[in-house]
């Protein structure tokens, strides 16, 4: 059993995560009474994979669990992807494994290019890394869950203005429900980024006033784009709530959660591609530091 | 002939003759039950619906199904009607034909609506209603259950029914419940007293509408609508408020003019707390002026709106018809495969018969000849004779298999009974 498990790659999970994605992508062009099953099939096994996957990792870390980029990477996909087979089982006509399972996907390949290479820790600022990852994590989750149902809001509301039945295989939620997710993922990302943010910003303070660990500078590229991703929340959730009671208050949390995963996107291009010194342990810290002053 | 239909549908049968052939479940269980005492050994089921009356009769042999005119007679007689007006506008079929027929009725296929599902449960209850009285039998019922099977197929496998085909029901399942998650926190204004009134407030109610306000121009009016909607009465003069406080709004009147203009609409706008509103005009004038379906958060729908997307439907429903004939013609080849081959039966059991006879006999002279056998040995050499006349009949009765997907396999059968010999 522990071979079986020890087994379990990146790859097993994100290839059913594909099959489940196409199965969902052949809705609309033909029915079928088998692929349900298949879909269900495909999607369960993928998220217990994923489960066990991450699972493993967790038991076999030395320090803190799931402390590395790409344990965080797939954890926040592991939530979405659990959202979505609960979509999936609870309303099987809707569709949302479409517009989840990209998201999903994008965020295993994001895993796959990010460093396995646990963050650096230090029994005293052990709390406050764990707190500032679980901010961000939960952030990044909220940011994805609002924009899928934004883009669906968008859709589902060009489709009831062109007076249009509802087209075969693309059902989706109601736009009452659609914009009270948008509008409750755009308050839950800012809260939590901003927190995110926060402890992020105590755990530095702490690591430079006790010289335990590298520090990271304010102006460090990962920290400049950070908080304007907060800021940038923030704004679009106070801008959500000014909306809240005009007509156009829907469309216009429906674009700014798009706008808002856009900003998401280019800051974790800017952590995968970029080169900083948040995250990465002295040694290398001090090489970048002699490249990027 | 093993099977024989007569019947008519709304196509063949001019109303009012329909209604005075129609069957209520009391004369259809009489009728059946007279049709046992007149044709003994014969199977039949009598299917009557507001669009279609049909009979439909089995038997094999000895019992074949009466011939076509005597059905009509029948139906004639049952339903004191001259046999010389139904004649000429009932249909009549026989074998595959009635299979074709039977499993393109229960489909939906020849229904009214194309695709309409009640169609399935009449079928059911035409079939249980002839167990009851005895008429069905091992034809019928295996014609039926075929039907609904091919019924299922069709529903499951093709999108035939299942877009909506009348205003109402696209007004609240695709439209009304694009927009809104639930209807119980929703309150719902009737603006007039038209007919479509009752039946979209059904389909709300259905959706879980309980807060329902009727406003009409006469107050009197209002009360006995609120009455008969099962609403409560509004004033007109209230329509601004009204409006505000309205989630979805049915508007039938039968007004010339649009009843709710831009301007008075503006005025209910401002109290409205940016909350989306569905509107569903089928009032014909308008009874909403157009403009107000492009303010943000109006969802309006006129008459014509929603009667196009019924068209939209009932043209994608039609291009479902190849795929669910195509699961029809598999069904009808089936069936009547099996039935064919069920003709054979006589045939393959005296063949059957025969072979064991012979065995036997060769195994008795054998075991009184090497009496040293032991029991042992002799189950042995048992299950080898049994073998090896069950491996000498699988091509030849494989043969007949295949023979009967084409037809009644009459040559192979007198081929077999000539050259082993079998007697009737």
Request: proline share 40%; no cysteine.
């Given at each position: 059993m522990t071979e079986f498990i020890s087994g379990i790659s990146v790859v097993c999970f994100a290839a059913s995560y594909f099959v489940a994605l196409g199965c969902e992508a052949s809705r609309p062009l033909f029915r079928s009474g088998l692929r349900g099953a298949i879909l269900v099939g495909f999607a369960t096994a993928g998220f217990l994979a994923h489960t066990l996957f991450l699972a493993w990792r967790a038991a076999n870390e030395p320090n803190v669990p799931l402390s590395s980029a790409f344990d965080w990477y797939l954890l926040a996909a592991w939530l979405l992807a659990g959202g979505y087979l609960w979509l999936l089982v609870a309303n099987p006509r809707t569709q949302v494994g479409l517009f989840l399972l990209p998201v999903v996907l994008g965020l295993v390949g994001a895993a796959q290019l990010s460093s396995r290479a646990p963050f650096p820790q230090s029994p005293a600022t052990q709390v406050w890394g764990v707190i500032h990852g679980s901010f961000n994590l939960a952030a990044s989750v909220a940011v994805a869950g609002g924009a899928v149902a934004g883009l669906m809001w968008l859709i589902q509301a060009t489709r009831l203005t062109r007076k249009r039945t509802p087209a075969q295989g693309l059902r989706l939620p109601s736009l009452e429900l659609l914009a009270a997710t948008t509008g409750r993922a755009a308050w839950i990302a800012a809260w939590t980024a901003a927190a995110g943010f926060v402890s992020g910003l105590v755990l530095n303070a702490v690591n430079r006033q006790r010289g335990l660990l590298e520090t990271v500078p304010w102006n460090d590229p990962v920290v400049l784009r950070m908080g304007m991703l907060v800021a940038w929340l923030i704004a679009a959730a106070i801008a959500t709530r000014a909306f809240a009671r005009r007509p156009e208050a829907a469309r216009v949390a429906a674009w700014l959660s798009l706008a808002s995963f856009v900003v998401l996107t280019a800051s974790i291009l800017w952590g995968v591609l970029g080169t900083t010194r948040?995250?990465?342990?002295p040694t290398q810290a001090s090489a970048i530091r002699e490249v990027v002053p | 002939m093993t099977l024989a239909f007569v019947g008519g549908t709304h196509r063949t049968v001019p109303l009012a003759l329909r209604e005075r052939l129609a069957f209520s479940a009391e004369q259809a269980a009489e009728a059946l039950c007279r049709f046992r005492d007149r044709f003994p050994g014969r199977e039949v089921v009598l299917l009557s619906t507001c669009n279609r009356v049909e009979l439909y009769a089995a038997g094999e042999e000895?019992?074949?199904?009466?011939?076509a005119e005597q059905l009509v007679s029948f139906l004639a007689e049952c339903r004191g009607i001259d046999a010389a007006v139904l004649a000429p506008v009932l249909a009549r079929e026989s074998d595959e034909a009635v299979v074709r027929h039977l499993f393109s009725v229960a489909s939906g296929l020849d229904s009214m609506v194309l695709g309409e599902p009640q169609i399935v449960s009449q079928v059911k209850q035409a079939w249980a209603l002839a167990q009851r009285t005895e008429t069905a039998g091992p034809l019928t019922g295996g014609m039926f259950q075929a039907a609904l099977r091919t019924a299922k197929r069709v529903a499951s496998e093709t999108a035939l029914g299942r877009e909506r085909l009348s205003i109402p029901s696209v007004a609240v399942a695709d439209f009304a419940r694009g927009v809104f998650e639930r209807f119980d926190d929703k309150r719902v204004l009737v603006i007039g007293a038209g007919k479509m009134a009752h039946e979209t407030l059904r389909y709300l109610r259905e959706a879980g509408a309980h807060d329902i306000v009727v406003v009409n121009r006469t107050a009197d009016r209002a009360h006995r609508l609120a009455a008969r909607l099962g609403g409560r009465p509004g004033r007109f003069d209230d329509l601004v408020a009204e409006l505000a406080a309205a989630d979805l709004v049915v508007s039938t009147t039968g007004a010339s003019e649009p009843v709710v203009p831009a301007d008075l609409f503006a005025r209910a706008e401002s109290g409205r707390e940016g909350r989306p509103l569905v509107v569903l005009d089928l009032a014909v004038p308008r009874d909403f002026d157009p403009a107000i379906g492009a303010r943000p958060g109006v969802w309006l729908y006129s008459i014509d709106d929603l009667g196009a997307a019924c068209e939209a439907n009932r043209r994608s429903r039609h291009r479902e018809m190849p795929g669910a004939l195509a699961i029809v013609d598999e069904e009808t080849r089936r069936f009547m495969g099996d039935l064919h081959h069920r003709s054979t039966a006589p045939v393959i059991e005296r063949l059957r018969a025969g072979w064991t006879e012979t065995g036997e006999a060769e195994l008795d002279r054998l075991f009184r000849r090497v009496p040293s056998l032991d029991d042992a040995a002799r189950a042995e050499i048992r299950q080898a004779f049994e073998r090896y006349a069950a491996k000498m009949l699988h091509s030849p009765l494989a043969s007949l298999r295949n023979e009967s997907r084409s037809g009644p396999p009459h040559g192979l059968l007198d081929a077999l009974k000539r050259l082993f010999d079998l007697k009737e």
């Open positions: 948040h995250g990465v342990p | 000895a019992a074949v199904p009466p011939p």
